[in-house]
């Protein structure tokens, strides 16, 4: 996004230019400048698929696509937006703030960090390639099974499966090294005198982002390959004939995948508080109790798992332990939550693009985290569970709570990055357009959800009708509202009025000592911190 | 073209907005419920639903105070506190807490409690036992006890294809429409059990309040007692291939004696359907049933042509299979012949021999021999497949 | 870890690599040519070829830089300090790794194969099956797969196992000794150390190869012999295969060592891959006692 080519005299002038200089690179903030375009660029292109399915549930019957490429779609567009988009852009703002905000020199392993972030490009190739052989004759298309890879339908399915699994193997390793640096650059990188309790919420948030990545991740890994064995090689993990069981695999699936859905959002409940207390002009509210309260949630994480299956039968004490562990994950939210708002409280508030939508995303947030917590009572979900219902959550916090913040983020540190300030008339535009209509577009789908429409379904019966064709309308203008954001980050990394070193009145932390750009080679002597 | 749609989109949204004030009907909640699960799953929704609603006013009204008041532009200095200071403040922030903890486990996790033992109480006082099992794409039913011990049924979606793809008027229970629907007696508990045969399904009546997993070589279960007469309509609601959306559940809840003529029906169509393998047919009766057949079981995958949807689903018109020798010379199924692929299917390819009784098999394979654009000539008696069971 | 950090002086951040672009671009040719492969496209084998190759030169140039950094003296008390919290980190990755497949290993064992042994008689679909451990499940046709159940025979634990138990304990001692003589600066007992260490790891898979062939020969047990066949060839195999590449660095170790590299405070390479060792070590008395034993 950014060309760091600064002015200021660096040390090493010795990096190559040009294509060569991002392909080789070992410096942390073209680092994070590679995940942060890659992440744009794919979040386009989950968008794009999900508005033509978006434009195939504008009225009943199959207008545009067959049932077997709707379904290729969504999975395809879950995938891409959970794991090349958002989480490349928690990665990419760990890149270029945390060696700045704890005054590292870079990140610890910094060729292994260049090789995060090339695995991510072959893994977006392989998920997406089927598309392509599919036109040529060669297999019948990508994943067909939803993000979630269900056996047996996973089992039965084309090649596509199989490159999907190789996908998240790629992933994976990337997730893993990824989480690898983070924790050993915290560790290890901090500038003399920034004890952990001194550390950024941000270097916190992530921490416990890498830890749950590390515990979840290979068991991802391991399920996946079970898939592959069961699919080519003859095993039965997940085929009753052989005593295995298709619900092992949801087990296993949603051991790694609830924790995901934390990871993706811890990064940003790290530099949240930060944002927030900027704009405010005060000091963030209850420092030790959202570090308590994130290593509380990435406790929680890893024991509530199986509330994403509870139709599929389980013994009621099973039932019980897991409806009451997922409402515990509420208080230490709600802890969150109280210290973001005491944070905005009596404090001297304005409200820039990054603050407009870092409010926003409170709201909206809250609203995704308070239907989740609707959702973990065992019988109502008999109701929710696989109805629109659960997309509307799952929007609510994964583009509300995700996306919105990264959107927070990108605007928060741009004139940082650039060296340009962005237009605010732009982004205020954008923020206004993103939160309306991102509203208009799941608030219909609660309802539909209650009224009993099952997601996952390229056509519907006719009392759905109203709230499909709201909600498609207002998907669109949420997609091309998404160009203004890109128009603005493009403008701003061209060129635009010069940002000063501390770009916001209010913002505190050693990333605002240098100056905007920061030189390539930051803090190559470390400050103290007292 | 962009044009075009937002003049198509622009009409659809007001017509949305008209037809949602006009239909007062319209469910902004969950369907009525029809049986105690139901009652007891919407009682829940609506009491959690207006707690969070008050959890989510209280703290959005408190942060559009600060909003509003603590505004830079008005002059309001910042505060410097960073978190509770005196003993009376540390007691306010755990105020909430404390609330958030009673809600969590007593407001909302006593009634969650008793709901899901309720949920969970398949067996007891149970009047009757259904086995309902899932496959691609079509839900089997069959009574296990009581009076229609051993009435077994399949359950296909009925809405034409033209429909589907708009060359049709669209239907009023469009996509909620089947040939076979199950009949329940009103106010008797019955015991569901679930199975598929292939992949995972979820059989859902939203009116009923019960959703359950229908897995693949596994017994699930789940109840249902529904106290209103009438037809409830749902659907699979667990994502199975291609066909996912086109599996619907249609459930009729009659009168204890409407069910009794119900049942006796179905025993009078099950005694002619076993008679009926016992004669012998022509081809040309078997190639007309078979074709009804194929049409309901085999047209999703082999299409109506029989030319299929390669690479997956092979092509029956010209297949080596389809028109290739069902017996040996010795009189024995050839190993992934015919008829031994429709008797025990491969990959996705169904098992068809514990759904379809044996006329049906034998004339769907007379009809795949003859019709379709193949004609091998030949044809199966429906005695033939009884022998081979 | 300690919370205080006092890190003097320069930390060594390599200069632009090509390595990482082209390992990855070899993986995307050797997945997406395993693809193919097991889809039956003849094209796939060449793919995994080149893309093995690739990876497999990457891998050496790799490890080539690190070692002549490390011997120019490029690595400090910090450097070394990232590599060995990294190092432990990744071990933990490959604890969580192991545990998906003892997980599944429970699951069937404790859940899945009592419960279908124990559905109500009225409707089970698998009259006579009983709930026993090892077990290779009730048979029966599940997406058209048909899947008979054979005969049995679990693998003995009192045999083979045993010895590479003892195997495996003891090459974790000589790697412990050949540490020791290193600390002490006695070259030759660290070569010694890691020449046993190597040579017990070459036995350990060999033992386990014949153990291998013994099972599918003439045990009848193989990758598809139901749950028991499944987790017991998944967990000892990817086991074998790890202790595989631990043998094959502490080869590289050895040559090292041989070499003069390392001193008594200056040994990260040698104490990760001892680490790994340990771990290698550890996962097997897991394996010996839920896989073999109980
Ligand atoms: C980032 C993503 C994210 C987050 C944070 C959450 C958070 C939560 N989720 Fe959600 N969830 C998903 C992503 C997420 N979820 C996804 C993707 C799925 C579907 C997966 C699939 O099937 O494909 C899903 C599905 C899902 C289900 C399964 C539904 C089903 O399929 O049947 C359940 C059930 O318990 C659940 C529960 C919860 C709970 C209890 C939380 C809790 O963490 C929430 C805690 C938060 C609070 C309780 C809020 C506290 C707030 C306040 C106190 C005040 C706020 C008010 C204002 C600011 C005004 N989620
Ligand atoms: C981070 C995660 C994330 C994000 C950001 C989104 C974003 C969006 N999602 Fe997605 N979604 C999921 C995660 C996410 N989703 C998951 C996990 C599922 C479940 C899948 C499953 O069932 O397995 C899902 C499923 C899902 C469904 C249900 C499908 C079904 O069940 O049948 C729907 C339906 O409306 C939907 C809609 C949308 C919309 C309208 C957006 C909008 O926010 C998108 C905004 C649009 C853009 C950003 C497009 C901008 C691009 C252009 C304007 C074109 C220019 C393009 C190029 C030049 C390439 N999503
Ligand atoms: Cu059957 Cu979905
Ligand atoms: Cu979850």
Redesign the pocket.
């Known amino acids: 996004m950014s060309s760091t080519t600064a002015a200021h005299h660096d040390e090493h002038h010795d990096h190559p230019t040009g294509i060569m200089r991002w392909l080789t690179t070992t410096n942390h903030k073209d680092i994070g400048t590679l995940y942060l375009t890659f992440s744009l660029i794919m979040f386009l292109v989950g968008g794009a698929m999900i508005l033509a399915v978006r434009a195939e549930l504008f009225q009943p019957g199959l207008q545009l696509m067959k049932p077997e490429f709707y379904n290729q779609l969504i999975g395809v567009h879950?995938l891409v937006m959970i794991f090349a988009a958002l989480m490349p852009a928690a990665t990419g703002f760990a890149n270029w703030m945390l060696p700045l905000q704890i005054g590292a020199p870079d990140m610890a392993l910094p060729r292994l960090n260049n090789w995060g972030f090339w695995l991510l490009p072959p893994a977006a190739i392989l998920l997406t390639l089927p598309f392509t052989l599919a036109l040529f004759g060669i297999g019948d298309g990508a994943i067909a099974t939803?993000?979630?890879f269900y056996t047996p339908l996973s089992i039965q399915g084309g090649i596509g499966v199989d490159f999907a699994i190789f996908s998240v193997h790629l992933l994976g390793i990337s997730s893993v090294l990824g989480s690898i640096n983070v924790i050993v650059t915290i560790l290890n990188m901090r500038a003399p005198g920034m004890t952990l309790m001194k550390m950024p919420m941000f270097a916190w948030g992530w921490l416990v982002t890498a830890f749950l990545l590390i515990a979840t991740i290979p068991v991802l890994a391991g399920a996946v390959t079970m898939l592959l064995t069961d699919r080519h090689f003859g095993t039965h993990f997940f085929d009753a004939a052989g005593g295995g069981d298709p619900i092992l695999f949801q087990h296993l699936f949603w051991f790694f995948?609830h924790p995901e859905?934390?990871i993706?959002?811890l990064p940003v409940w790290g530099f949240m508080p930060q944002i927030l207390q900027t704009f405010s002009r005060k000091p963030m509210y209850g420092y030790k109790a959202q570090v308590v309260s994130l290593w509380a949630?990435g406790a929680l994480a890893l024991v509530v798992w199986a509330?994403?299956?509870?139709?599929v039968g389980m013994p009621v004490p099973a039932l019980l332990y897991f409806m009451y562990s997922?409402?515990a994950?509420?208080l230490p939210?709600?802890v969150l939550?109280?210290c973001w708002?005491a944070t905005i409280w009596k404090g001297s508030l304005s409200f820039e693009t990054p603050m407009l939508f870092a409010t926003g995303w409170?709201?909206l947030?809250?609203?995704?985290?308070?239907t989740?917590?609707v959702?973990?009572d065992v019988a109502a979900?008999a109701q929710?569970?696989?109805s629109y219902f659960?997309v509307a959550?799952?929007h609510y916090?994964?583009f509300a709570?995700?996306m919105m913040g990264v959107m927070s983020g990108v605007y928060y540190w741009l004139p940082k990055m650039t060296g340009h300030m962005f237009s605010e008339r732009l982004g205020k535009l954008h923020f206004w357009l993103t939160a309306i209509s991102f509203n208009l577009t799941f608030i219909p789908q609660f309802f539909l959800g209650l009224a009993g429409m099952p997601r996952r379904i390229p056509d519907y019966a006719l009392q759905f009708t109203e709230f499909n064709m709201i909600s498609t309308v207002a998907a669109f203008v949420l997609g091309f509202s998404q160009l203004i954001f890109v128009y603005n980050i493009v403008s701003c990394v061209r060129g635009g009025k010069k940002a000063t070193d501390r770009v916001w009145e209010g913002a505190e932390g050693l990333e605002w000592t240098l100056p905007s750009p920061p030189p390539y080679h930051s803090f190559t002597e470390q400050p103290i911190v007292k | 073209m962009v044009m075009q749609f937002l003049k198509k989109a622009g009409l659809g949204v007001m017509l949305a907005m008209i037809s949602l004030a006009a239909h007062a009907e319209y469910t902004w909640n969950f369907p009525m419920p029809a049986t105690p699960m139901a009652a007891d799953t919407l009682h829940v929704h609506n009491k959690f639903m207006v707690i969070v609603m008050i959890?989510?006013?209280v703290?959005?009204s408190i942060?559009i105070y600060s909003i509003v008041n603590h505004r830079k532009s008005k002059g309001h200095e910042a505060a410097t506190f960073s978190g509770p200071s005196t003993k009376s403040q540390v007691l306010w922030t755990l105020v909430p807490f404390a609330i958030?903890l009673y809600i969590d486990f007593i407001l909302m996790g006593i009634p969650a409690y008793h709901s899901v033992v309720m949920m969970e109480d398949t067996k007891t006082n149970a009047d009757m036992v259904i086995k309902i099992t899932g496959s691609q794409w079509r839900w089997q039913y069959e009574y296990m006890d009581g009076e229609a011990q051993g009435v077994k049924f399949v359950s296909n979606l009925t809405t034409p294809q033209d429909q589907i793809d708009n060359k049709a008027e669209k239907g009023k229970d469009y996509l909620l429409e089947v040939d076979n629907h199950l009949v329940l007696p009103v106010g008797k508990k019955v015991r569901v059990l679930l199975t598929s045969t292939d992949v995972i399904h979820n059989w859902w009546v939203p009116a009923f309040g019960s959703a359950r997993d229908a897995i693949p070589g596994f017994l699930r279960e789940t109840w249902v007692r529904v106290d209103v007469p009438g037809t409830y309509r749902g659907q699979c609601k667990e994502l199975c291939g291609k066909g996912h959306g086109f599996m619907p559940v249609v459930v009729d809840a009659v009168s204890a004696e409407d069910y009794s003529k119900w049942v006796e029906d179905q025993k009078t169509k099950l005694a002619a359907a076993s008679a009926g393998a016992d004669k012998t047919w022509t081809k040309e009766e078997l190639v007309e049933h078979g074709k009804e057949v194929y049409v309901k079981n085999c047209a999703v995958c082999h299409q109506a042509e029989g030319q299929g949807l390669p690479p997956t689903f092979p092509a029956l018109h010209g297949s080596k299979i389809a028109t290739g020798p069902i017996f040996d010379a010795e009189g024995k199924l050839v190993k992934d012949g015919h008829l031994d692929r429709v008797f025990n299917g491969k990959g996705v390819m169904p098992a068809w021999k514990a759904v379809l009784n044996d006329t049906d098999i034998a004339s769907v394979i007379t009809y795949e021999r003859n019709g379709l654009g193949n004609s091998v000539g030949d044809m199966l008696q429906p005695a033939q497949v009884k022998a081979l069971r | 870890m300690s919370s205080q950090t006092h890190n003097a002086g320069h930390y060594y951040v390599p200069n632009p690599v090509a390595y990482p672009v082209i390992l990855s671009s070899g993986l995307l040719a050797l997945a997406s040519g395993f693809i193919f492969n097991i889809n039956n496209f003849p094209a796939g084998k060449w793919m995994m070829i080149v893309g093995a190759l690739v990876i497999l030169g990457m891998v050496f140039k790799w490890m080539g830089t690190v070692i002549a950094e490390c011997q120019n003296g490029l690595y400090t008390k910090w450097e070394d300090k990232s590599f060995r919290v990294g190092m432990i980190v990744f071990i933990c990755s490959e604890v969580a790794f192991f545990a998906a497949f003892f997980g599944a290993l429970f699951f069937m064992r404790v859940i899945s194969i009592p419960e279908l042994a124990s559905f109500d008689p009225h409707f089970t679909m698998y009259k006579d099956f009983t709930s026993a451990w090892p077990s290779a499940g009730p048979g029966g046709v599940v997406l058209g797969k048909e899947y008979v159940v054979g005969h049995l025979n679990p693998m003995e634990a009192w045999g083979l196992p045993a010895i590479n138990t003892l195997i495996l304990l003891t090459s974790g001692a000589t790697v412990t000794w050949a540490h020791w003589g290193l600390m002490k600066n006695n070259r030759k007992q660290l070569v010694i150390g890691l020449f046993l260490t190597v040579a017990l790891g070459i036995s350990f898979l060999a033992c386990q190869a014949v153990e291998y062939h013994h099972a599918y020969t003439e045990m009848g047990l193989t990758l598809g012999s139901g749950a028991y066949g499944a987790s017991f060839f998944m967990l000892t195999g990817f086991h074998g295969f790890h202790v595989m590449l631990g043998t094959l660095m502490l080869i590289v170790i050895l040559i090292r060592s041989m070499k003069g590299h390392f001193d008594a405070d200056h040994h990260f390479g040698f104490e990760g891959v001892a680490w790994y060792w340990h771990f290698v070590d550890v996962v097997w008395l897991g394996l010996f006692v839920f896989v073999y034993w109980l």
């Not at chain 1, 509330?307 to 139709?311: I, L, N, P, V």
């Not at chain 1, 947030?365 to 308070?370: A, H, K, Q, Y």
């Open positions: 879950a939803g993000w979630t995948g859905v934390y993706v959002l949630i509330h994403h299956f509870f139709t997922t409402m994950i509420s939210l709600a939550f109280f708002i409170i709201v947030f809250g609203i995704g985290g308070l989740g917590l959702l973990a979900d929710y569970h696989h659960v959550h799952f916090t994964l709570g995700g | 959890i989510f006013l703290v959005l942060m958030l």
